[in-house]
C-alpha cells in the first residue's frame, strides 16, 4: 500500500466505524452494551433454558467456555459477510472514482473485525470478574490466532465481494452458509458430542482448530504452538492470495457489471 | 514537445452483456481465465488522444456519442476493451456532484473524505480546509448532513475541494451546469486560473462558448468514433453546423423544393469554391451565380437570401427591388451575379436560398439552397459583426474640443 492508500484506508475505516453509531441517541455507548447483552442472552439460553454443560473434563463455567470461541467466530463471520458486500453496495462511488478498490473491501471488513475485537476484551474481562480465570499472559498467543482468523476473513471477503459483483445469487446464500458453518463448528457444543461419522469432518473446518486453540490458550494456558499453526498460517496466507489475486483481476472490469 | 499526460491509442470499449445471470456468469469465468470476455455493445472504437501538460480539450458531441464513457476510461473508474492509455501525474475528475459523499455526513466530514479519495492527506486538508470553505461559500451549513444540501450546495462543495488538490490533469463533466450563476462565474474564473499556471484540462460539456473560452481544443465524438480533431473553433463550428442542418432538416422534412413548372431556379453556383465546397473567411466576397428559367419568355424576379444552417435569417434581397433587371442569356433563359463584397457574417455553417417569383414579383415559384460556410476564430455572438470601436471614457471629448 502506498502513502495515498494508507491514508485513505484510514478514513474509510473511521467513517465505517462511525456509521455504525451515526444517529443513535446515545452512540458509543453502543460498543460496549451489545456484547455484554448478547453475552447475556446466550448466558440465558445455553446455561439455563438448555443447561447446557462443559465436558466434564474441562470444569469451566459454560458461559466461559461458550463466549471465548463465540466472539472470534463473530468477527469472522460479520467482517466476511460485510466485506463481501462492500463493492455491491458502494456501487455509486465506484462508479465515480478511481480508488483501489479493495480498499472499501478491506475497511469495512476490518472495522467489523475491529468491533467485535473490543466487545471480545470486554467480554474477556467479564468472565475474569464472575466466572472463572483468564489466561492473561497467554494473550499474545491468543493475538497470534486471532491474526491468523483476520488474514483468512480479509482473504474470504475479497474473493466474495469480487465474486458477489457477477453472481449476485451469493448475496441470499451467504448468510444461510455461514449459519450452517456456525453450527459446524464446535462453538456451542463440544466436538465430542457429535455422533460418529460426523465428528470426523471437524478436522477439515478450519475454525474448529481456531475454536479449540483459543480455548486452550485461554481458559488452560496451553499456548505453546504446534504443527497446526503452522497449516493455519499456510491455509490461511494461500486464501488470502487467491482472494487478492481473484480480486485484482476481476476489479477493472467492476463497473460493467454493477 | 512535452510528453502527454494522456496518451489513448486506439481506444475501444464494449459493454458486456450484463443482463441476464447466465450471461453475467460466462463473462465471470471468462475474465477470471482469459482476462476478457466476449460479446456485448460496442460503444467507443479507435479513440486516439493526446493531452500534453498545459493543454486543455473539450470532448463535444451528441447525447449517446459515447463522452461520458470516454471520460471514466480516463479517469481510471472503466478499464478500455482494446487499445492502450498511458497517463502520468495526478488526475481529479469531477464526474457528478458529489460523487463520494455519503448523505448522512456532514458536509465537512464529506469534504475530509472527498480530500482523501483525490488524494489530499490529513495535515494538506486541514491547511487548505480555510480556503476549501471560502471557496464552497455554504456558510454554517458545512455542519449539515449532506441530505440537507441542494444540488447547487453539493456541486459547489465538491468543486471547492478538487481546486484545493490541484491535479495535473483536471477531468469534468457537464457539472457546472448545476450551480448558480455567480458560482459558475467563479468555477470559470478558477479554471481560467488553473490554466493559466500551467493546469491540463479534459472537460465534457455541450455549452460551445465555456468550451472556445476555455479551451484550445476540441475533440467531436460522434457514434463512439472521433468525428474531427483539432482546433476548438474549428472543431465546434463545423459541430454546430453539423447540429443546425440536423434541426433543419428534422423540421422541414423533406419538401425542399417546391418547382410548380413556372419560373423556376435553372441553376445555381456560388463562390469561390474549391471541390465543390464554399468555405470563406470571414470578410471575403461571396458570389452567387444564377440562372432562372421562364417558361413564357417573360423576365422573372430573382430574390436571394442568406440563411443561418438551422434556417435562422440573416439576410434577403431581391432583384426587383434593387431595380435590377435580369440579362436575358437565350430563350426562355435570364441569369444574374450578385456579389457580397466583405461578407461580415460570423463564422458557421450557411445556405444560400435562391428564389425565383413570377415577372410580377408576387408569387414565389420555386425555391433551391446551397451550403457554404464561414471559417475562422471569433467568440462573438450572434449572426454578423457589427462595426464597433472601444474606446476610453470621455476620448470622443477630448478630441472634439483639441486644438
Same mark, same amino acid.
Request: net charge negative.
Given at each position: 500500500?502506498?502513502?495515498?492508500?494508507?491514508?485513505?484506508?484510514?478514513?474509510?475505516?473511521?467513517?465505517?466505524?462511525?456509521?455504525?453509531?451515526?444517529?443513535?441517541?446515545?452512540?458509543?455507548?453502543?460498543?460496549?452494551?451489545?456484547?455484554?447483552?448478547? &453475552?447475556?442472552?446466550?448466558?440465558?439460553?445455553?446455561?439455563?433454558?438448555?443447561?447446557?454443560?462443559?465436558?466434564?473434563?474441562?470444569?469451566?463455567?459454560?458461559?466461559?467456555?461458550?463466549?471465548?470461541?463465540?466472539?472470534?467466530?463473530?468477527?469472522?463471520?460479520?467482517? $466476511? =459477510?460485510?466485506?463481501?458486500?462492500?463493492?455491491?453496495?458502494?456501487?455509486? &462511488?465506484?462508479?465515480?472514482?478511481?480508488?483501489?478498490?479493495?480498499?472499501?473491501?478491506?475497511?469495512?471488513?476490518?472495522?467489523?473485525?475491529?468491533?467485535?475485537?473490543?466487545?471480545?476484551?470486554?467480554?474477556?474481562?467479564?468472565?475474569?470478574?464472575?466466572?472463572?480465570?483468564?489466561?492473561?499472559?497467554?494473550?499474545?498467543?491468543?493475538?497470534?490466532?486471532?491474526?491468523?482468523?483476520?488474514?483468512?476473513?480479509?482473504?474470504?471477503?475479497?474473493?466474495?465481494?469480487?465474486?458477489?459483483?457477477?453472481?449476485?445469487? =451469493?448475496?441470499?446464500?451467504?448468510?444461510?452458509?455461514?449459519?450452517?458453518?456456525?453450527?459446524?463448528?464446535?462453538?456451542?457444543?463440544?466436538?465430542?458430542?457429535?455422533?460418529?461419522? &460426523?465428528?470426523?469432518?471437524?478436522?477439515?473446518?478450519?475454525?474448529?482448530? $481456531?475454536?479449540?486453540?483459543?480455548?486452550?490458550?485461554?481458559?488452560?494456558?496451553?499456548?505453546?504452538?504446534?504443527?497446526?499453526?503452522?497449516?493455519?498460517?499456510?491455509?490461511?496466507?494461500?486464501?488470502?492470495?487467491?482472494?487478492?489475486?481473484?480480486?485484482?483481476?476481476?476489479?477493472?472490469?467492476?463497473?460493467?457489471?454493477? | 514537445?512535452?510528453?502527454?499526460?494522456?496518451?489513448?491509442?486506439?481506444?475501444?470499449?464494449?459493454?458486456?452483456?450484463?443482463?441476464?445471470?447466465?450471461?453475467?456468469?460466462?463473462?465471470?469465468?471468462?475474465?477470471?481465465?482469459?482476462?476478457?470476455?466476449?460479446?456485448?455493445?460496442?460503444?467507443?472504437?479507435?479513440?486516439?488522444?493526446?493531452?500534453?501538460?498545459?493543454?486543455?480539450?473539450?470532448? +463535444?458531441?451528441?447525447?449517446?456519442?459515447? %463522452?461520458?464513457?470516454?471520460?471514466?476510461?480516463?479517469?481510471?473508474?472503466?478499464?478500455?476493451?482494446?487499445?492502450?492509455?498511458?497517463?502520468?501525474? #495526478?488526475?481529479?475528475?469531477?464526474?457528478?456532484?458529489?460523487?463520494?459523499?455519503?448523505?448522512?455526513?456532514?458536509?465537512?466530514?464529506?469534504?475530509?473524505?472527498?480530500?482523501?479519495?483525490?488524494?489530499?492527506?490529513?495535515?494538506?486538508?486541514?491547511?487548505?480546509?480555510?480556503?476549501?470553505?471560502?471557496?464552497?461559500?455554504?456558510?454554517?451549513?458545512?455542519?449539515?448532513?449532506? %441530505?440537507?444540501?441542494?444540488?447547487?450546495?453539493?456541486?459547489?462543495?465538491?468543486?471547492?475541494?478538487?481546486?484545493?488538490?490541484?491535479? /495535473?490533469?483536471?477531468?469534468?463533466?457537464?457539472?457546472?451546469?448545476?450551480?448558480?450563476?455567480?458560482?459558475?462565474? %467563479?468555477?470559470?474564473?478558477?479554471?481560467?486560473?488553473?490554466?493559466?499556471?500551467?493546469? #491540463?484540462?479534459?472537460?465534457?460539456?455541450?455549452? +460551445?462558448?465555456?468550451?472556445?473560452?476555455?479551451?484550445?481544443?476540441?475533440?467531436?465524438?460522434?457514434?463512439?468514433?472521433?468525428?474531427?480533431?483539432?482546433?476548438?473553433?474549428?472543431?465546434?463550428?463545423?459541430?454546430?453546423?453539423?447540429?443546425?442542418? %440536423?434541426?433543419?432538416?428534422?423540421?422541414?422534412?423533406?419538401?425542399?423544393?417546391?418547382?410548380?413548372?413556372?419560373?423556376?431556379?435553372?441553376? +445555381?453556383?456560388?463562390?469561390?469554391?474549391?471541390?465543390?465546397? #464554399?468555405?470563406?473567411?470571414?470578410?471575403?466576397?461571396?458570389?452567387?451565380?444564377?440562372?432562372?428559367?421562364?417558361?413564357?419568355?417573360?423576365?422573372?424576379?430573382?430574390?436571394?437570401?442568406?440563411?443561418?444552417?438551422?434556417?435562422?435569417?440573416?439576410?434577403?434581397?431581391?432583384? /426587383?427591388? /434593387?431595380?435590377?433587371?435580369?440579362?436575358?442569356?437565350?430563350?426562355?433563359?435570364?441569369?444574374?451575379?450578385?456579389?457580397?463584397?466583405?461578407?461580415?457574417?460570423?463564422?458557421?455553417?450557411?445556405?444560400?436560398?435562391?428564389?425565383?417569383?413570377?415577372?410580377?414579383?408576387?408569387?414565389?415559384? /420555386?425555391?433551391?439552397?446551397?451550403?457554404?460556410? +464561414?471559417?475562422?476564430?471569433?467568440?462573438?455572438?450572434?449572426?454578423?459583426?457589427?462595426?464597433?470601436?472601444?474606446?476610453?471614457?470621455?476620448?470622443?471629448?477630448?478630441?472634439? #474640443?483639441?486644438?
Amino acid at each position: 500500500m502506498n502513502h495515498h492508500n494508507r491514508v485513505l484506508f484510514r478514513q474509510l475505516l473511521a467513517r465505517e466505524i462511525s456509521s455504525r453509531f451515526i444517529g443513535s441517541a446515545t452512540g458509543w455507548l453502543w460498543l460496549f452494551v451489545t456484547p455484554l447483552l448478547l &453475552l447475556g442472552v446466550y448466558a440465558f439460553v445455553f446455561g439455563v433454558i438448555f443447561r447446557a454443560r462443559v465436558p466434564e473434563e474441562f470444569e469451566l463455567p459454560f458461559v466461559a467456555w461458550l463466549a471465548v470461541a463465540l466472539w472470534p467466530w463473530l468477527a469472522f463471520s460479520e467482517s $466476511v =459477510l460485510r466485506g463481501s458486500q462492500a463493492i455491491v453496495s458502494n456501487a455509486a &462511488l465506484v462508479g465515480k472514482v478511481a480508488i483501489s478498490r479493495e480498499l472499501l473491501v478491506l475497511s469495512s471488513a476490518t472495522s467489523v473485525f475491529l468491533l467485535q475485537m473490543v466487545g471480545y476484551l470486554l467480554v474477556l474481562l467479564v468472565i475474569q470478574f464472575l466466572a472463572t480465570d483468564v489466561y492473561w499472559w497467554a494473550l499474545p498467543a491468543a493475538i497470534w490466532v486471532l491474526v491468523l482468523v483476520f488474514a483468512l476473513a480479509m482473504g474470504l471477503a475479497l474473493l466474495l465481494a469480487a465474486v458477489q459483483v457477477f453472481v449476485r445469487d =451469493l448475496e441470499h446464500f451467504l448468510p444461510t452458509f455461514f449459519l450452517l458453518w456456525f453450527f459446524m463448528t464446535p462453538i456451542l457444543y463440544a466436538p465430542a458430542m457429535l455422533p460418529e461419522p &460426523l465428528d470426523a469432518y471437524l478436522a477439515w473446518n478450519p475454525f474448529t482448530w $481456531v475454536v479449540n486453540r483459543i480455548r486452550d490458550i485461554l481458559l488452560l494456558g496451553e499456548w505453546i504452538p504446534g504443527r497446526g499453526d503452522l497449516m493455519m498460517l499456510a491455509g490461511c496466507l494461500g486464501v488470502l492470495l487467491l482472494g487478492w489475486w481473484v480480486f485484482r483481476r476481476l476489479s477493472p472490469h467492476f463497473e460493467d457489471f454493477l | 514537445m512535452s510528453v502527454p499526460l494522456l496518451k489513448l491509442e486506439g481506444l475501444g470499449k464494449t459493454y458486456p452483456d450484463t443482463a441476464r445471470a447466465g450471461r453475467r456468469f460466462r463473462s465471470f469465468l471468462q475474465l477470471l481465465t482469459r482476462g476478457a470476455s466476449a460479446g456485448g455493445t460496442r460503444v467507443l472504437s479507435d479513440i486516439d488522444l493526446e493531452v500534453r501538460p498545459g493543454e486543455s480539450v473539450a470532448v +463535444i458531441g451528441e447525447n449517446g456519442a459515447g %463522452k461520458s464513457t470516454l471520460l471514466k476510461i480516463v479517469t481510471g473508474v472503466l478499464s478500455p476493451t482494446t487499445g492502450v492509455m498511458e497517463s502520468r501525474g #495526478t488526475r481529479a475528475a469531477l464526474l457528478e456532484l458529489g460523487a463520494g459523499f455519503d448523505p448522512e455526513y456532514s458536509g465537512l466530514e464529506n469534504l475530509r473524505m472527498n480530500a482523501a479519495l483525490l488524494g489530499l492527506s490529513r495535515s494538506e486538508v486541514e491547511a487548505s480546509l480555510e480556503e476549501i470553505l471560502d471557496f464552497a461559500d455554504i456558510g454554517n451549513s458545512i455542519h449539515e448532513p449532506v %441530505k440537507h444540501y441542494s444540488s447547487g450546495m453539493v456541486v459547489r462543495l465538491g468543486f471547492a475541494v478538487v481546486a484545493a488538490v490541484r491535479p /495535473d490533469l483536471l477531468i469534468t463533466d457537464e457539472v457546472l451546469a448545476v450551480g448558480d450563476e455567480s458560482f459558475q462565474k %467563479k468555477c470559470i474564473r478558477w479554471m481560467e486560473g488553473y490554466l493559466d499556471q500551467g493546469g #491540463t484540462l479534459l472537460m465534457v460539456s455541450h455549452n +460551445i462558448y465555456q468550451v472556445q473560452k476555455l479551451c484550445r481544443y476540441a475533440c467531436w465524438l460522434h457514434e463512439g468514433r472521433i468525428r474531427r480533431s483539432g482546433d476548438v473553433f474549428e472543431v465546434t463550428q463545423a459541430y454546430l453546423a453539423w447540429h443546425e442542418r %440536423k434541426d433543419a432538416r428534422d423540421r422541414s422534412g423533406t419538401s425542399r423544393r417546391g418547382g410548380h413548372g413556372n419560373y423556376r431556379v435553372g441553376s +445555381i453556383e456560388i463562390g469561390p469554391s474549391r471541390d465543390g465546397v #464554399t468555405s470563406l473567411a470571414m470578410g471575403d466576397e461571396l458570389i452567387v451565380d444564377l440562372e432562372l428559367e421562364s417558361p413564357d419568355d417573360r423576365r422573372p424576379v430573382a430574390a436571394v437570401g442568406i440563411v443561418r444552417a438551422d434556417g435562422s435569417p440573416v439576410y434577403g434581397v431581391a432583384s /426587383d427591388s /434593387d431595380r435590377f433587371e435580369l440579362e436575358r442569356l437565350g430563350e426562355k433563359r435570364f441569369g444574374c451575379r450578385l456579389r457580397f463584397p466583405g461578407l461580415r457574417i460570423l463564422p458557421g455553417g450557411y445556405h444560400v436560398r435562391a428564389h425565383a417569383f413570377d415577372p410580377e414579383g408576387l408569387r414565389l415559384q /420555386d425555391t433551391v439552397e446551397e451550403e457554404f460556410s +464561414i471559417s475562422g476564430e471569433s467568440r462573438e455572438l450572434g449572426l454578423v459583426r457589427l462595426e464597433h470601436r472601444w474606446e476610453a471614457p470621455g476620448e470622443a471629448e477630448i478630441a472634439d #474640443t483639441g486644438p
